[in-house]
């Protein structure tokens, strides 16, 4: 038998005797999973490069958080852990896969909360779903008050996605929109760069559909998948130990990124408003 058959044949018998169908889980099972790919991702978890990275990078913005933080979009709000010393509220539309929030949205997003009424908003892979990005960020930028910091992430490279799904963005992109709201940028961090990105969303890809076989090409993609479905740790320690350097970078060296962390702030004396703070800044009041 030659080395492609085999590979073929073995994958065939890892999958026998497996139901064509299974049951959906319950949704409480469904968003506790979310919730623990998100907090404790392990290796071999489906997107565990990506949930590592942006862990880390959310981490190391939210270290220093102080005084009273909302969740902008909470849904399971995973990284509440992270706020050590600062008061984490959250908001979210009513209903679906998310936990009970302390601010029910409305259809378009807005929140009840007074102007000025937090000192940080955290907004982490909401912003590519949200029919009106921009008024999302103004939102954001009325709810912080002046001085207040916005930490957010969204995707650069990403298959389409949960439900509504609008946007991708690049650093330098994402970085002009939140200006245009009014922000002042101190930084934007790509996350999950180069190589490592790029065999993560292979390994997934066959995950997913298989890969056809034929010549060498098939050959080696059959054989990864294959690697991937009897060691499913294995591409997630290869991918740390080669690539490790690649969780996140800043600057124009690296160009291809599954995310994109936004550290932004509204300035010292803006009003609520950001059109108001762009005039100001045009007139030198």
Same mark, same amino acid.
């Given at each position: 038998?030659?080395?492609?058959?085999?590979?073929?044949?073995?994958?065939?018998?890892?999958?026998?005797?497996?139901?064509?169908?299974?049951?959906?889980?319950?949704?409480?099972?469904?968003?506790?999973?979310?919730?623990?790919?998100?907090?404790?991702?392990?290796?071999?978890?489906?997107?565990?490069?990506?949930?590592?990275?942006?862990?880390?990078?959310?981490?190391?913005?939210?270290?220093?958080?102080?005084?009273?933080?909302?969740?902008?979009?909470?849904?399971?709000?995973?990284?509440?852990?992270?706020?050590?010393?600062?008061?984490?509220?959250?908001?979210?539309?009513?209903?679906?896969?998310?936990?009970?929030?302390?601010?029910?949205?409305?259809?378009?997003?807005?929140?009840?909360?007074?102007?000025?009424?937090?000192?940080?908003? @955290?907004?982490?892979?909401?912003?590519?779903?949200?029919?009106?990005? /921009?008024? #999302? =960020?103004?939102? *954001? %930028?009325?709810? $912080? +008050?002046?001085?207040?910091?916005?930490?957010?992430?969204?995707?650069?490279?990403?298959?389409?996605?949960?439900?509504?799904?609008?946007?991708?963005?690049?650093?330098?992109?994402?970085?002009?929109?939140?200006?245009?709201?009014?922000?002042?940028?101190?930084?934007?961090?790509?996350?999950?760069?180069?190589?490592?990105?790029?065999?993560?969303?292979?390994?997934?890809?066959?995950?997913?559909?298989?890969?056809?076989?034929?010549?060498?090409?098939?050959?080696?993609?059959?054989? @990864?998948?294959?690697?991937?479905?009897?060691?499913?740790?294995?591409? /997630?320690? #290869? =991918?740390?130990? *080669? %690539?490790?350097? $690649? +969780?996140?970078?800043?600057?124009?060296?690296?160009?291809?990124?599954?995310?994109?962390?936004?550290?932004?702030?509204?300035?010292?004396?803006?009003?609520?408003?950001?059109?108001?703070?762009?005039?100001?800044?045009?007139?030198?009041?």
């Amino acid at each position: 038998m030659s080395l492609l058959g085999w590979v073929s044949a073995v994958g065939k018998s890892r999958l026998a005797g497996r139901p064509a169908t299974t049951a959906e889980p319950p949704l409480h099972e469904v968003m506790a999973e979310r919730f623990r790919e998100r907090t404790k991702p392990r290796r071999g978890d489906w997107a565990y490069v990506h949930f590592l990275d942006l862990r880390e990078a959310l981490a190391e913005a939210l270290r220093d958080a102080s005084g009273v933080w909302l969740d902008y979009g909470s849904g399971t709000s995973p990284y509440r852990e992270l706020f050590a010393v600062a008061e984490l509220q959250t908001a979210d539309i009513p209903g679906g896969e998310s936990y009970r929030a302390d601010h029910a949205l409305d259809r378009d997003g807005n929140c009840p909360a007074p102007d000025g009424a937090f000192d940080g908003v @955290l907004s982490t892979q909401v912003l590519e779903h949200v029919t009106d990005a /921009d008024a #999302y =960020l103004r939102e *954001a %930028f009325r709810l $912080l +008050r002046p001085g207040g910091r916005l930490v957010l992430s969204t995707h650069g490279v990403w298959e389409e996605h949960g439900g509504q799904d609008l946007w991708r963005w690049t650093a330098d992109g994402l970085a002009l929109q939140a200006r245009r709201a009014g922000f002042v940028v101190d930084r934007t961090v790509k996350l999950t760069c180069g190589p490592r990105g790029l065999l993560f969303l292979l390994r997934w890809y066959g995950r997913d559909h298989g890969w056809p076989g034929g010549g060498p090409v098939g050959l080696v993609l059959r054989t @990864l998948w294959l690697v991937d479905r009897l060691l499913p740790r294995a591409m /997630d320690t #290869y =991918l740390d130990r *080669a %690539f490790g350097d $690649l +969780r996140r970078r800043e600057g124009p060296e690296s160009t291809f990124y599954l995310d994109i962390l936004l550290i932004a702030g509204k300035p010292e004396g803006a009003t609520a408003d950001a059109k108001g703070t762009a005039a100001a800044r045009e007139t030198g009041t």
